[in-house]
């Protein structure tokens, strides 16, 4: 911005799009000033022009790191909690209690909605709190139009919203269609198999989630848990969430301990393979999902989470039983979609805290809001956290169902 002359326009974009470049060769002639939100829902290159861009000071890059501004996440988990428990959508969320036979799909609706509201609560509590010269434009996607019409206090009346084509409809839609149609072929494969096979029942099963969790060695290799006492190495089963490669597997062999790769419905050839779900059981419950009315956006976003990850570990479950299902760092809808199944399956769901540092260690007074979504309607049926500071603040978050254990830094047991 050239000299000390005031921005003539403000604009504020969510990620980086063709229209944000386009108005960023406008704001040099005009004299704007171009913000833009970093949701970390784009692509790694989207991520690194956006830094780029930042640094050339072409734009001023907005991310919330480990705080939320002011009170914007908890308005944000009190509104989703509204919505949602108010009924208006019961029947679709009725019918798929029906399907997972749990009341805590509930939850994956509310975690699914409060990803998007945290959004918009966050971008109105920034703008407000860091008040413009000039009426600040708002550019977002059309699917937030109908949340904003019904809910027109999420945003502050001076803002100036804007819609982009809402070409993600489409995109999920046809995801929907494409779990919907996998479901029933699935289910039409389990016809041909026969069940109730026994296979030795592993007593804990561990998840390895992504390849960090693979990195560290000594006390913070994942093997850390087993301690051949209360966890012991012919009881527990590792599950690889991802793909690795045949030398991993085998190194891990060679000292005895048992790993599976669990990518169940990542791969389409395991659609073809036995599952713990049944036709008669499923089939025309999925066929009143598919034509019951979808609202809004985020409900199919719920029911593509708890259909996939249902399919995925009804796959695994019958492939690698366990009684015991250990994780941490999953707080997405995925797993809360994965701990309705494996609670339905009558398998306990035990979270533990990878905290070595960080926000949430203490809790004290602070501008900052209490609450994160990203911790919001989490499931398990056992957390276990570092510190009773952890733990009144994760009571913070609509974790109901959950009973949380309070047993110090899990790595300090490891010598």
Known sequence: MPGNKLPKKTFFFVGVSLKLFWFLLLAKLFNWCIYVFDNNAGSRTSFMLLKKLHKLKWVTRVT????????????????????????????????????????????????????????LTSINQYIVGNKQECKATLFVSKKYFKILQEYPRILDLSIVVRYDFFWEKIKLWMGWMV????????????????????????????????????????????????????????????????????????????????LK??????????????????????FFKVVRLLFAYKKDFFIYEALISLLFHRISWSIIVAKTPFENYIYFNKEGKSQISTNIFLKQQQITTRAYSQFVGGPYQVFGKSAFDKRNAHWSFLNPDYYYLNNQAMADSMLLHSQDTVQHKVIGNIFSEKS
């Open 179 to 258: 779990v919907v149609l996998s479901y029933f072929l699935h289910l039409f494969i389990q016809l041909f198999y026969k069940k109730h096979i026994s296979k030795k029942v592993f007593k804990f099963a561990i998840s390895i989630p992504f390849p960090w969790a693979a990195k560290f060695k000594g006390a913070r290799e994942f093997t850390f848990l087993v301690d051949d006492e209360i966890i012991k190495k012919d009881e527990t089963i590792f599950l690889v969430e991802y793909l690795e490669n045949k030398e991993f597997y085998q190194h891990y062999f060679d000292t005895r301990y048992f």
């Open 64 to 119: 919330e790191h480990h705080y939320a501004f002011y009170h914007s996440h908890s308005d944000a988990i009190k509104l989703a909690n509204s919505i949602i428990d108010r009924g208006v959508y019961s029947a679709v969320i009725q019918l798929t209690q029906e399907l997972c036979k749990s009341a805590e799909v509930n939850l994956v609706f509310k975690k699914a909605l409060v990803q998007h509201l945290s959004l």
């Open 261 to 282: 790769e669990a990518l169940s419905a990542q791969k389409v050839s395991n659609l073809f393979r036995v599952s713990t779900l049944q036709f008669g059981r499923d």
